[in-house]
């Protein structure tokens, strides 16, 4: 099935960085979301955007939808420990009923 | 709790056997949706259910897939004849109405093994 673009696969962090993630696509996606996932567990809805150019934070995380509609991006500032995990972009298409179509996932580590 | 639940949390099977694997949504969800997520990759979309019915199956990959939905509450995904490449996470999900602006709630998945 499809997925999307996400950018980078892995990347390692040290508490107090910012971090950066993206996702394109090569259609247009009415709905952007952004997910985090922790070891054993279902993905979790970190921020929504519905809206192209739409910028909307969630506490240290910033996303913005695309003006073109066929990416977005997630920025994390200022990361701390539990920041950890995998992070997902996903995508809906207009009329699709809500089937989400998901990027790869970028995971991100704790510097060693 | 008052989240998605999914049973049994592991499953090992042998290739070529049957196996149901159960999602209860959160109560009062009428959306439930099935994903399947293999190592390393994102979560890719099977089935949707609004109520009782199928709104949406284009995403199981052949005939040996089949979900259920028969009270429009609990769901049950169906493989038949498993083969090793079936071997993967199901995610199950529920939302209140469906749609594109509905919020989807992930339980926490099956592991699903076939040796």
């Known amino acids: 099935g499809q997925q999307l673009n996400q950018s980078p696969q892995s990347m390692f962090i040290q508490e107090g960085e910012d971090v950066s993630m993206n996702c394109t696509s090569s259609s247009i996606f009415n709905t952007w979301l952004w997910y985090k996932q922790d070891p054993g567990e279902g993905p979790v809805l970190l921020i929504a955007?519905?809206?192209?150019?739409e910028l909307t934070s969630n506490g240290r995380l910033t996303a913005q939808f695309g003006i073109t509609r066929k990416d977005s991006f997630l920025n994390i500032s200022a990361s701390i420990p539990s920041d950890v995990g995998i992070y997902f972009c996903?995508?809906?298409?207009?009329?699709?009923?809500?089937?989400?179509?998901f990027g790869k996932g970028t995971k991100l580590s704790v510097k060693p | 709790g008052a989240g998605v639940s999914q049973t049994p949390s592991n499953k090992v099977t042998e290739k070529g056997k049957y196996v149901e694997l159960r999602c209860d949504p959160i109560s009062g969800h009428t959306a439930l949706y099935w994903y399947r997520q293999s190592l390393g990759q994102g979560p890719e979309f099977l089935i949707y259910?609004?109520?009782?019915?199928?709104?949406?199956d284009s995403g199981l990959p052949n005939d040996r897939f089949f979900a259920v939905r028969p009270e429009g509450s609990v769901s049950t995904l169906k493989i038949q004849r498993t083969e090793r490449g079936d071997s993967a996470v199901y995610l199950c999900?529920?939302?209140?109405?469906?749609?594109?602006?509905?919020?989807?709630?992930f339980g926490p998945g099956t592991r699903l093994t076939v040796l």
């Open positions: 259910f609004q109520g009782t019915g199928a709104a949406d």
């Open positions: 999900a529920s939302s209140g109405l469906g749609g594109s602006t509905d919020t989807q709630y």
């Open positions: 955007l519905y809206k192209a150019g």
């Open positions: 996903a995508g809906q298409r207009r009329g699709s009923q809500g089937n989400l179509i």
